[in-house]
């Protein structure tokens, strides 16, 4: 199932559009499109791929359009796009090698560049995929979630110089709070990654409803909804 961001009226975004999860080796793969929406201007773009910790976070990627060619020992990706076009890389699977995960950042391209991640789980013979759409950075947005069932894991992002400080309520599908607010930070440039319950509390099993974020500075987000298949979750601004 494909996820589509959904803004709220009214809702500001800020900052530079971000892939707020990458997966690469381990059984999993990630594919990131990026098109030229712009109708008569080929423009440039560059793509910063982070760790964690907000450090280069180095790849071997495919390139499978418009070249097809493999991209060595890669953090920074930059290249030109005609009117309507798109380029697509892909992260290499190797089931020999730990999961490694990061963020993407958008930092040139202006804001006629649209991006998408297509997430790709391989399990024996099969392969289960979900795409999300880059966003840029939001102060105050609504996260999706369902443990009822199926594990819901998150993936938050502060992108920016200095660290965030935030609160996070959670409510069930009839509003009701599951558990008191937590108080959070994170710091420059990094990037939190694991299931909803080992990252906010146990007050998550078992339920679901949504995640609410209210940041003194932008972040980026995403959710993942895990059983086979698995589905992804998209952030909703307020």
Same mark, same amino acid.
Not at 3 to 9: C, E, V
Not at 175 to 179: A, D, E
Not at 230 to 233: Q, V
């Given at each position: 199932?494909i996820? =589509?961001?959904?803004?709220?009226?009214g809702?500001?975004t800020?900052?530079n559009?971000?892939?707020a999860?990458?997966?690469?080796?381990?059984g999993?793969?990630?594919l990131?499109?990026l098109?030229?929406?712009n109708p008569?201007q080929?423009l &440039?773009?560059?793509?910063?791929l982070r760790?964690g910790?907000g450090?280069?976070l180095v790849?071997?990627?495919?390139?499978?359009?418009?070249?097809?060619r493999?991209l060595?020992?890669q953090?920074v990706?930059?290249?030109?796009?005609?009117?309507?076009?798109?380029?697509?890389y892909?992260?290499?699977?190797?089931?020999?090698v730990?999961?490694?995960?990061?963020?993407a950042e958008?930092?040139?391209g202006g804001?006629?560049i =649209?991006?998408?991640?297509? @997430?790709q789980?391989?399990?024996?013979?099969l392969a289960?995929?979900?795409?999300?759409s880059?966003?840029s950075?939001?102060?105050?947005?609504?996260?999706p @979630?369902d443990?009822s069932?199926?594990v819901?894991?998150?993936?938050?992002?502060?992108?920016g110089?200095?660290a965030?400080?935030f609160t996070?309520s959670? =409510?069930?599908?009839q509003?009701?709070?599951?558990?008191p607010s937590?108080?959070r930070?994170?710091g420059?440039g990094?990037?939190?990654?694991?299931?909803s319950? &080992?990252?906010?509390?146990s007050g998550?099993?078992?339920? &679901?409803?949504?995640?609410? @974020?209210?940041s003194?500075a932008?972040?980026?987000?995403?959710?993942l909804r895990?059983?086979?298949p @698995?589905?992804?979750?998209a952030i909703i601004p307020?």
């Open positions: 199932m996820s =589509r961001d959904a803004p709220a009226a809702a500001v800020l900052g559009p971000l892939m999860q990458i997966a690469a080796y381990g999993w793969k990630t990131l499109i098109t030229n929406t008569t080929t &440039r773009f560059t793509l910063n760790s910790l450090a280069p790849l071997t990627l495919n390139q499978l359009a418009p070249l097809s493999v060595t020992n953090s990706l930059s290249d030109s796009i005609p009117p309507g076009g798109s380029v697509i892909e992260t290499i699977d190797n089931a020999g730990s999961l490694t995960q990061g963020f958008l930092v040139a804001e006629s =649209r991006g998408q991640a297509i @997430f789980q391989k399990n024996a013979n289960y995929e979900a795409a999300v880059m966003t950075g939001n102060l105050n947005f609504l996260l @979630f443990n069932g199926y819901t894991s998150l993936a938050i992002v502060n992108p110089t200095s965030a400080n996070v959670f =409510r069930d599908e509003g009701t709070s599951l558990m937590q108080n930070s994170m420059a990094n990037q939190i990654a694991d299931s319950v &080992r990252m906010f509390g998550l099993d078992g339920k &679901r409803g949504v995640i609410e @974020f209210k003194d932008p972040l980026g987000a995403l959710g895990f059983s086979i @698995f589905t992804s979750f307020k």
